[in-house]
């Protein structure tokens, strides 16, 4: 059974910084593509970040580029999103996915419960 747990949700202030983690099991790990969305109240889900197998490669959304850097440990199972410089717009509960493409929400296979960003001004 696949699992994938984020962690380092919580309560921050704009400018601030905020670190999450997700822990992957139940799958061999370097043959996923690792990648973050996020939904805020109200609006439809969407892609922050993404890296591939090996993690030279990294995608991101024009919104987060430059703030948010997503990294990988194969070892440890664990993809990272580093979220710098957080603006009350990063306000979202943020999911971490697994797929064996990148591509839309659809073409990943596994999602994990989500964690909650809040960005007080």
């Known amino acids: 059974q696949v699992q994938l747990v984020e962690s380092g949700g919580g309560l921050v202030q704009a400018g601030g910084s905020l670190r999450l983690s997700c822990v992957a099991s139940?799958?061999?790990?370097?043959?996923?593509?690792m990648g973050w969305f996020r939904q805020a109240p109200g609006k439809e889900r969407e892609f922050v970040a993404a890296?591939?197998?090996?993690?030279?490669?990294?995608l991101y959304a024009e919104s987060v580029k430059g703030r948010f850097t997503i990294s990988r440990d194969n070892a440890k199972n664990t993809v990272n999103l580093q979220m710098n410089s957080l603006k009350r717009e990063d306000t979202a509960v943020y999911y971490c996915?697994?797929?064996?493409?990148?591509?839309?929400?659809?073409?990943?296979?596994?999602w994990g419960q989500g964690t909650q960003v809040t960005v007080s001004s």
């Open positions: 139940g799958l061999t790990f370097s043959n996923y593509v």
């Open positions: 996915v697994a797929g064996l493409e990148y591509g839309p929400a659809a073409a990943y296979d596994y």
């Open positions: 890296i591939t197998w090996s993690g030279v490669r990294t």
